[in-house]
Nanobody, 127 residues
Framework: VQLVESGGGFVQAGGSLRLSCSIS????????IGWFRQAPGKEREGVSS?????????????YYADSVKGRFAISSDRDMNKVYLQMNSLKPEDTAVYYC????????????????WGQGTQVTVSS
């Protein structure tokens, strides 16, 4: 299983970025993708997650951290081979390395529930 993040960068406060997570090598249907972030000197934290128990994503579960609700939106292509995190109204406190992760099972914001991780992409928001 391989996960590759992209789309990070440098943006001014109030700006937007769209992160992408490309996933390959998994074959199980009941799966979830989570976005997590880690700022310097801080623990890794959950940002958002999306999960589905079937291939249609018609009943996908989505979760968001309170700090990003209303500003970030998670989405996926139909096959869940690509998952996106649209980040709007970015704040300096959103600065972190953002990781996507994959688990067999439903959506959750718990870090240790996830088995496969990408290498991360840096997001820097200036004030």
């Amino acid at each position: 299983v391989q996960l590759v993040e992209s789309g990070g960068g440098f943006v001014q406060a109030g700006g937007s970025l769209r992160l992408s997570c490309s996933i390959s090598g998994f074959i199980f249907d009941n799966r979830a993708i989570g976005w997590f972030r880690q700022a310097p000197g801080k623990e890794r934290e959950g940002v958002s997650s999306i999960g589905s128990s079937d291939d249609s994503l018609d009943y996908a579960d989505k979760y968001y951290a309170d700090s990003v609700k209303g500003r970030f939106a998670i989405s996926s292509d139909r096959d869940m081979n690509k998952v996106y995190l649209q980040m709007n109204s970015l704040k300096p406190e959103d600065t972190a390395v953002y990781y996507c992760a994959l688990r067999r099972g439903g959506a959750t914001m718990t870090i240790w529930h996830y088995d496969y991780w990408g290498q991360g992409t840096q997001v820097t928001v200036s004030s």
